[in-house]
C-alpha cells in the first residue's frame, strides 16, 4: 500500500495541501485562495475561521484527487505564514477577533514604545529579532487591549492564542491540543530562543498572561492526532515549522553555512548556523530553524524588500515586459546594462542598509541606454540585493557559504540563476521540486514516523533541476559589484525629511 505525507501549507494569499510520496514527488495539489481585509491604512486581517475551513476543505480534495485513504497517510505536516496572531475562546473554539496578518502595522506605536522603555536589547538577547510590529507579541497584546473583556477572560483562562499552525492544530485534534513548535514561536518575540521557553520577563513587560500559550513541541515528531471525524482516521500530526523554515529543511540545508533563497515578491535568505545562534551585527534576525529529537538547529535570516516586485513594475507600469517570463530573453538580448543600474529600493532599503528613506533610482543612464539595459539591470538587482544579505550572514556567523539553494517564482529565470552565481561566486542550485516549503513540512513529519531514516536519506531524496556554476571573473564581478554600491549610495536618504 503506497504511503503519503500529506502537508499543509497555510500562506497568506492561499491554503494549500500536497500530497508527496515518499520519493518527495507531489502526488496531488490543492489550493484555494483566502481574503485579506484591510480595514484600515496599513492594517491587515483575516478571518481565522475561514482559514481553518478552506484549510481542511483543500486537505480533503487533495486526498480525493489522490485516491489516498486515510490509513495511507503516514503523517501530517504543517507549515505556515508565520507571526500572524489568532486568539480563540478556549470553550467554543470561536475566534475572538480577526486574524492579524504579519503584515499589519496597526502596532507600529507600540513596537516604538516598546524601544523608547529601553526594552530593545533585552528582547533582541533573549528572541534575537529587531523590535518591530511584524511579530506576534505586539498584536496579541493590541487584541488584549482592544477585544472588549479580552484581558479578563484571558487572565480567567478562557481565551488562547496562537499563530495559524496552533489555530490548525487546535481544530485538527478537535480542540484538544493547543502546542506550537520553536521555529514559530521564536517568531512571536516572546521566546526565549536560547533557553526555549516563553520568556516571563517579556511576558510581564507586556503584560500577557502565560496561560494562553501554546506547549511548544519538537518540529519533527508526533505533536497530536487528527480528529477521527475529519479525515475517517486518526492521523499523526508530526512536523511543525514556520514557512521560510520548511523551506530551508526542504532545500536541506542541514548544515551550517547552507543557505537558501526564495526569490518571490521579495527574497527570504535563511541561512543555517547550526547549534549555536549567531547574533548579527548587521540587522539581520537570528531564529530557530527547526528543534528535532532535542537538538536545535539555528539560522540566521534577512530579506529584500522588492526582488520579483521590481519585474512586476517592469510588467505592468513601465510595459517593458509582457510577462515576467520574457525577462529573461529581453536580458539575453545585451551582453551587459551598459552601466545603467536599477536600485528597487521603493520602500526604503533592508539588511545591510536599513534606510527607510532610501528610494528606487535608476542610474548610469545615457543616450544609449535602452530597454534591454534597463530590464537586465531590474533582474541584476535581485541578485546584487542577494550578496549584499549573503555577505553580512557570512560576516556575521563566521561561516563560508556552501552553495545557495534558490526557489520561489522568480528562481525559474535562468539568467537571473546564472548572475547569481556570478555575482556571489557560488554554486547555485535550483531544487526538481519547487515546493520546497510544502516539501520541508513533509520532511519534518516523514522522519518523525520513519518514512525517512534520516537527514541523509532525505538528501538522497532530492533531485536538482539544474546548478549554476560561477563562470565571471573576478575582475569584473568586482567592477559591477562597485558600481552597484555606488548606486545604492545614490539611492539611500532619498525621501528623508529636511
Ligand atoms: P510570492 O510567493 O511572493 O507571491 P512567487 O514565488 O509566486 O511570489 O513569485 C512571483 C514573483 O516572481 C513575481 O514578483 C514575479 O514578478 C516574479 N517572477 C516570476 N517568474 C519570473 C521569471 N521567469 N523571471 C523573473 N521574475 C519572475
Not at 85 to 93: L, P
Not at 182 to 188: D, G, L, V, Y
Not at 245 to 251: D, I, N, P, R, V
Not at 435 to 464: M, N, P, Y
Request: net charge negative; hydrophobic share 45%.
Amino acid at each position: 500500500m503506497k504511503q503519503y505525507l500529506l502537508s499543509i501549507d497555510a500562506g497568506t494569499t492561499s491554503a494549500r495541501c500536497i500530497l508527496f510520496d515518499r520519493k518527495g514527488a507531489v502526488c496531488a495539489v490543492a489550493q484555494k485562495e483566502l481574503h485579506l481585509s484591510y480595514p484600515q491604512d496599513g492594517w491587515v486581517e483575516q478571518d481565522a475561521a475561514e482559514i481553518w475551513a478552506v484549510q481542511l476543505q483543500v486537505c480533503r480534495e487533495a486526498l480525493k484527487t489522490c485516491g489516498a485513504k486515510p490509513e495511507q497517510i503516514a503523517a501530517i505536516g504543517i507549515t505556515n505564514q508565520r507571526e500572524t496572531t489568532v486568539v480563540w475562546d478556549r470553550a467554543t473554539g470561536e475566534p475572538i477577533a480577526p486574524a492579524i496578518v504579519w503584515q499589519c502595522r496597526r502596532t507600529a506605536e507600540m513596537a516604538d514604545e516598546l524601544r523608547c522603555r529601553g526594552l530593545e536589547q533585552m528582547l533582541r538577547d533573549k528572541t534575537g529579532l529587531v523590535v518591530d510590529a511584524y511579530f506576534s507579541a505586539t498584536k496579541l497584546r493590541w487584541i488584549l487591549d482592544n477585544v472588549p473583556d479580552a484581558r479578563r477572560r484571558a487572565e480567567q483562562g478562557e481565551l488562547l492564542f496562537g499563530t495559524v499552525d496552533s489555530w490548525l492544530i487546535w481544530n485538527l485534534t478537535g480542540g484538544k491540543r493547543h502546542v506550537t513548535d520553536a521555529s514559530n514561536a521564536a517568531r512571536t518575540m516572546l521566546f526565549d530562543i536560547h533557553a526555549l521557553c516563553w520568556d516571563e520577563d517579556i511576558l510581564r513587560e507586556l503584560d500577557i498572561p502565560s496561560g494562553m500559550l501554546p506547549d511548544v513541541v519538537p518540529s519533527s515528531g508526533i505533536a497530536a492526532y487528527t480528529d477521527a471525524a475529519l479525515f475517517g482516521r486518526e492521523i499523526p500530526i508530526a512536523g511543525i515549522a514556520g514557512d521560510q523554515q520548511a523551506a530551508l529543511f526542504g532545500q536541506t540545508c542541514f548544515a551550517p553555512g547552507e543557505a537558501k533563497n526564495t526569490y518571490g515578491t521579495g527574497c527570504f535568505l535563511l541561512m543555517n548556523t547550526g547549534e549555536k545562534p549567531v547574533s548579527s551585527e548587521n540587522g539581520l534576525l537570528t531564529t530557530v530553524a527547526w528543534n528535532i529529537g532535542g537538538r536545535v538547529t539555528y539560522a540566521l535570516e534577512g530579506s529584500v524588500f522588492v526582488a520579483g516586485a521590481a519585474i512586476q513594475w517592469l510588467r505592468d507600469d513601465l510595459k517593458l515586459v509582457d510577462s515576467a517570463a520574457q525577462s529573461e530573453e529581453i536580458a539575453r538580448s545585451t551582453a551587459d546594462t551598459g552601466g545603467v543600474y536599477l536600485v528597487p529600493a521603493f520602500t526604503g532599503l533592508g539588511a545591510p542598509y536599513w534606510d527607510p528613506y532610501a528610494r528606487g533610482t535608476l542610474i548610469g543612464l545615457t543616450r544609449a541606454s535602452n530597454r534591454a539595459h534597463i530590464v537586465r539591470a531590474a533582474l541584476e538587482s535581485l541578485a546584487y540585493q542577494t550578496a549584499d544579505v549573503l555577505y553580512v550572514m557570512q560576516k556575521d556567523a563566521g561561516l563560508v557559504l556552501q552553495h545557495l539553494r534558490a526557489d520561489g517564482g522568480a528562481s525559474a529565470n535562468n539568467f537571473l540563476m546564472q548572475f547569481q552565481a556570478d555575482i556571489v561566486d557560488v554554486l547555485v542550485e535550483r531544487p526538481a521540486c519547487v515546493e520546497t516549503t510544502a516539501l520541508g513540512a513533509a520532511f519534518l513529519a516523514g522522519l518523525a514516523v520513519g518514512v525517512w531514516k534520516d537527514e541523509e536519506d532525505i538528501r538522497r531524496t532530492v533531485a536538482r533541476d539544474r546548478t549554476f556554476a560561477p563562470q565571471m571573473e573576478s575582475e569584473r564581478r568586482s567592477r559591477l559589484l562597485a558600481g552597484w554600491h555606488r548606486a545604492v549610495s545614490r539611492a539611500m536618504g532619498w525621501a528623508a525629511p529636511d
